[in-house]
């Protein structure tokens, strides 16, 4: 064992020395980050997760110790003893102990390192896939360490805040049963039990429930998720996220907790005052102004619903927009203002974007001194009385620009969110990415239940069977069930869904009426879900909860560019772990032991 | 909604109603414990998770609340508002509420309870199947339910004491690559890697020191594990560890967070001060007193190692104790003291006991007055040198009962282990379960680096190979393996091993010696661990860890009977869940998804 660390104990973090420590005798362990040989004296700067001090190792002093100091290179790890000197005029106030140096009479180099395929720097322009494959070097950069050390005490607060609030923390199991229908699992074959399988849990849901069932009233849990979905660039396999789960509450008992906490994380870790209580919003309102269920309020830029006006006009001499109408499709315009001022050839741009996402066109309208409409494919056929009535439902101005989208509901609602956001980026209303110093939290409250699939001709759930469907709409259930709203709720903060929860169905008549109108037989609910309906006959009481997304929220908190960055071993969007290789071969014994057979050809 | 719940918040929980609450009106929510029908008024003990209340529904005072009352039955969910009074001289003072009742002016239904399959009572009798099968009606027993809350206590202590500590919590995957040659691993097919499997993280060891080459400096988690053992009743195929690593230390360091940490649970947790630093015993003074590596230190009885004596004196006469030490084996003798007092028929069951551990019997002798055996079959030949020899090593006294194995090394040890804990009990210096108020903490030192494996006539890790070998034995490592200790360490609590962990090689030239001396080539080390050899050459610091079992701290310090007691949702020995069904079957259509096929004919 080396003298440092058995008689030479760290006595400072490499990030906290000033002039009220000059003087002073330290040790100080890290690595190099910066060197410097000066002829007479070599100087390093040494880096720990808590900054950077400069250290001298003077010529004259200890001959022996600067010989070993002139063998170091960059990224060595390091323990030195020395002396805190003030390095008076030629302070670095851009260092946090910049006023001082460690005059160094003592040095073991730990570890040395060979030469690093990219320099550790803040700023780096290395492809990300070696940075995967490197990732503890990756690591070692100040803004990574940064932002997991903010993870850890957003992580830390979290917990502390849910306890002192009268929550314990519960485990639930991460191999479960598999459900067929809900999202695509994880699979893990059961060697004990041959041709079983068990699923890795999407979520702790059924066992939050469980809890409240057996009577632990207010449950809490910051846990790993799993999710075997086609990865795009903001998700990953695994995921954490804080799951919330209460008895005897309705919706605002949960939001009274969960902005608690939004406002405790953002004054802990930011310093920023959130305003309570957060702005809600029905899911109707939100999809008609928005096109989706998670708008960012940092901007305006709304749509506006034109289905109504097109068919009192009877489409107003625009064939594509009768059609469009008697399709039962829907018609929505976005008003762009004049100060916007967007060249020909840029909202040609705007027609591609929209067409990389499904849409046929981008009809459009430069509005004119005298309401007309110019540089339009409508302006030729379209009725005075539409125009107008359009105009005046987009409180149309001259010079304004007017977008417009018709056809399918959802395809239009997707398209024209997305042209929102992407509008607001164009001009220059929000940052490419992070919050700009806008943080607008927003509840989306009051969804439907069910959704109609076209497909099956069936209503199914909107999010999952178990969501309290509103008392005033129970009458619905058998003969409308599109009218039956529920208590189901989203938490947004600048267009992100940050969480999502629902007070719970814990009445089993009514759980039973709700399985009918999805057409699920009891049968097909009992194989799925018999022990959680035998549970809600037990006296459960009446619960909600929520789930938080936490790699999202820590992105959003800390405006990190990419969920990859606030994940410290991500996945690739293969699925694939760069440093280990993973996932990898497996021999065929063991999977002869879990009694299944690789249905793809050995050496291909 | 109720307006239980919109309008009539809960004021108190039903654990904390005293005297000093006379007078006023209050809010429980909770489930109906018991309950019984007075003609007049209906008396219940409402139960929540912090305790029970008796509510009065009198007769005259709200009719309509009586009649309901009336209706109610055994789990119950209700709610009830009502005036606390004194009960005066019908105090229950087994009670924490015993002084007080409350009589109810309001009362909610919030859902009924079928019959239940078992009561809801601290001891039952039913059969854990059933109890599993209905885990949500089994964990609304209270002594579940302390058992729960005392782990989401441990939980929060832990975290807040280690990041009180300068420790960052920091997260690991779950998914990562399967390694050859561990543990058994459950693995995971991947759907967008086609013949490629995940593994179930065993635990976080690799990426715990990448934290450490990263720069992280102390990194602590509670965290989930996976292992596919053949489950013994105190194993679960997930369980749950508080994993630790730190930069800089030697093992003192290490010893010095995590006592720390048990003499803060055991103070805020039992009120029980536990003296530091704890003992420390090599392990080869464990294996020889104790014939393990997790010695019970609340009683005596140790091992006497007779080898040497017995082959000083050419096996004394005794032909088998010849065989045994020609054989290379070992004899060990334990002296029960007389006062034990054991009956011939009770030493014939002593004797059943270690053939049921592979013994073929269990020799013994009674001390005469004079020192002479009886009642042993060594008795006739053994040398009279030999006897007092034996005598003497193991301090006989009159009276005192004598017991031996000899043999196989390893046979001898673990025979001997299991006797000692199985006469402790018989001899009632310990109870059958639980601390019985002694709390013994050991760390056992010093082990060896490599085992000798007889079949593969190799030397293998004891632990792991990461593991830093003593300065002072780096000269064996080629020459004499056997001889090379190593930093390795367990935590051992009343004879279980509560945790382990290890200084890490960081010195990539030792390590790849160690590799050497285990037979392992450097191609083989790169496929298994190229990534961690790396990271080592990339100046990895000096580091070392640690890792407690969670379920079992939990165990031990609430004493209960078996590990299933406190996890909530816990699996069989068959790694089934009675509750869900889990594991089940899955469609083909998935599997072929996965590139997968089930070995096992459907219908089977």
Request: with cysteine; hydrophobic share 40%.
């Amino acid at each position: 064992m080396p003298r440092f660390i058995t008689e030479l104990k760290r006595t400072h973090s490499c990030g906290e020395l000033t002039r009220t420590d000059v003087g002073n005798e330290v040790v100080l362990f890290g690595w190099v980050n910066n060197r410097r040989d000066h002829g007479g004296a070599v100087f390093i700067d040494l880096r720990d997760r808590a900054g950077v001090t400069q250290v001298v190792f003077e010529h004259g002093v200890r001959p022996d110790v600067h010989d070993l100091a002139g063998q170091l290179r960059l990224e060595y790890c390091v323990g030195i003893r020395g002396k805190v000197v003030s390095r008076g005029e030629n302070a670095n106030p851009r260092l946090a102990t910049g006023e001082i140096e460690v005059h160094a009479t003592d040095l073991e180099i730990f570890n040395r390192c060979e030469p690093t395929p990219f320099l550790v720097e803040d700023k780096i322009d290395t492809s990300e896939e070696k940075r995967l494959q490197y990732r503890y070097l990756d690591l070692r950069r100040a803004p990574l360490q940064k932002t997991l050390m903010t993870r850890a005490k957003v992580n830390h607060l979290t917990r502390n805040y849910f306890t002192d609030s009268n929550f314990l923390e519960l485990e639930t199991p991460f191999m479960g049963k598999y459900t067929p229908g809900g999202a695509r699992n994880f699979l893990v074959p059961s060697r004990l039990n041959a041709g079983k399988f068990y699923a890795l849990a999407e979520s702790p849901q059924l066992y939050k429930q469980l809890y409240m069932v057996a009577g632990f009233d207010r449950y809490f849990q910051i846990v790993r998720c799993f999710r075997d979905e086609d990865l795009r660039l903001d998700r990953q396999p695994e995921f954490t996220q804080i799951d919330v789960e209460m008895s005897f509450v309705e919706q605002n008992d949960v939001f009274e907790v969960i902005e608690g906490l939004i406002v405790k994380l953002w004054k802990e870790v930011l310093g920023v005052e959130i305003p309570r209580p957060f702005l809600r919003m029905p899911f109707d309102e939100s999809m008609a102004k928005y096109g989706n269920d998670k708008p960012d309020l940092r901007f305006d830029l709304p749509h506006v619903v034109l289905t109504d006006v097109v068919a009192q006009h009877g489409g107003g001499g625009v064939p594509l927009l009768k059609q469009a109408i008697e399709a039962k499709g829907i018609v929505k315009g976005l008003r762009v203002p004049a100060s916007a001022s967007f060249s020909r050839t840029e909202i040609d741009k705007l027609e591609e974007f929209v067409k990389g996402m499904g849409a046929k066109g981008l009809a459009r309208a430069k509005v004119a001194e005298g309401g007309e409409w110019t540089q339009s494919p409508f302006a030729k056929t379209i009725t005075a009385e539409l125009r107008q009535a359009i105009n005046q439902a987009m409180g149309a101005k001259p010079g304004d620009l007017l977008l417009f989208q018709f056809g399918k509901e959802a395809v239009v609602h997707t398209v024209m969110a997305n042209l929102r956001v992407h509008l607001a980026k164009r001009m220059g209303l929000i940052p490419e990415y992070g919050s700009g110093g806008q943080w607008r939290f927003l509840w989306v409250v009051d969804p439907p239940l069910f959704e109609y699939d076209e497909e099956s001709k069936t209503w199914a759930a909107a999010h999952h069977a178990f969501t309290r469907p509103r008392d005033q709409d129970l009458q619905y259930l058998e003969t409308d069930p599109g009218r039956v709203y529920c208590w189901r709720y989203d938490l947004v903060l600048n267009g992100f869904e940050i969480g999502g929860g629902s007070i719970r169905l814990h009445d089993p008549v009514v759980q039973a009426r709700v399985f009918k109108a999805m057409g699920i037989s009891d049968e097909e609910a009992r194989s799925k879900f018999g022990f959680l309906l035998d549970a809600l006959k037990m006296g459960a009481p009446p619960h909600g909860g929520i789930a938080l997304g936490m790699d999202r929220l820590v992105m959003l908190l800390t405006g990190a560019e990419s969920l990859r960055d606030v994940v410290a071993w991500p996945k690739t969007q293969k699925g694939t772990d760069l440093m280990t290789g993973a996932p990898g071969d497996v021999d065929a014994k063991q999977l002869r032991d879990l009694h299944v057979k690789s249905t793809v050809e050995p050496g291909k």
